[in-house]
């Protein structure tokens, strides 16, 4: 069964960093590309960053370029995603996806909770 699993969420301040973790199971991960998405409470789902394959390329959203950091390890089925200076306005469920181009399948995880609050 295909499946990806984040972790890492948590309560921070503002300023503070967290690290998101996403395992990925049951299928050819380095055969995905892979993505975080976040939805806070009240608006739609929305790409935070994206990683190919073999990390050739990554894409962030304007609102979080300079602070988070998207990377992966494709032998141990791991995508990270790295925020630092935290705001507010990060508060959200944070989500991890696989991607395959040639199935067009799309794997989704059931989601980690970040607040930032003082």
């Known amino acids: 069964q295909a499946q990806v699993q984040e972790s890492g969420g948590g309560l921070v301040q503002p300023g503070e960093s967290l690290r998101l973790s996403c395992l990925a199971s049951?299928?050819?991960?380095?055969?995905?590309?892979m993505s975080w998405h976040r939805q806070a409470p009240g608006k739609e789902r929305e790409l935070v960053a994206a990683?190919?394959?073999?990390?050739?390329?990554?894409r962030y959203a304007d609102s979080v370029k300079g602070r988070f950091t998207i990377t992966r390890d494709n032998a141990k089925k791991l995508v990270y995603l790295q925020m630092n200076n935290l705001k507010p306005e990060d508060t959200a469920v944070y989500y991890c996806?696989?991607?395959?181009?040639?199935?067009?399948?799309?794997?989704w995880g059931q989601g980690t909770t970040v607040t930032v609050s003082s």
């Open positions: 990683i190919t394959m073999a990390s050739e390329v990554r």
């Open positions: 049951g299928f050819t991960f380095n055969m995905y590309a």
């Open positions: 996806k696989g991607y395959n181009r040639w199935s067009n399948s799309e794997i």
